[in-house]
């Protein structure tokens, strides 16, 4: 399996915060995500959208991977939650996500898939705490 890396710089993303601990952050033109600490009914934490990220590069990867493999899964869908660690630093510990797919190949297959999107998710990779993976029963 051969991955290529292609050059890419992310961001500037423009995060303030002012009264009532909001946070904005500016994530694109004229775009903007609300979020509070802690969290309220109205925007999630720092880490929930760290999480979701998580989430969703997982399933980006997947999907790259099924299509490099030739694999027809449908719809690639990822439950991802994150445990924070018990000890200092305050950090997220690790995380579970659980992937569920239309049509769930083989075991094999299956292995060999969660093995690709993890090498090739960026947000995974990024971080200290250990990822764990499986297909969703």
């Known amino acids: 399996m051969a991955i290529r890396i292609k050059p890419k710089t992310y961001g500037p993303f423009t995060t303030a915060i002012g ?6 952050v500016a994530t694109a033109p004229a775009q903007t995500v609300a979020i509070t600490s ?10 929930d959208f760290l999480v979701s990220a998580l989430g969703a590069c997982l399933a980006l990867s997947f999907h790259h991977a099924a ?11 990822v439950d991802v ?3 924070k660690a018990q000890d200092l630093p ?21 292995a060999e898939l969660i093995k690709r999107a993890k090498a090739r998710c960026t947000v995974s990779n990024s971080l200290n705490g250990a990822v764990e993976m499986r297909i969703a029963n």
């Open 90 to 110: 305050d950090r997220v510990g690790s995380y579970e996500a659980a992937v569920t797919l239309d049509t769930v190949p083989g075991v094999e297959q299956c």
């Open 19 to 24: 009264e009532g601990k909001i946070i904005r």
């Open 38 to 47: 802690p969290s309220t009914d109205e925007a999630g934490t720092p880490v």
């Open 81 to 83: 939650s994150a445990h």
């Open 67 to 77: 299509q490099e493999m030739k694999i027809d899964v449908g719809t690639v869908s």
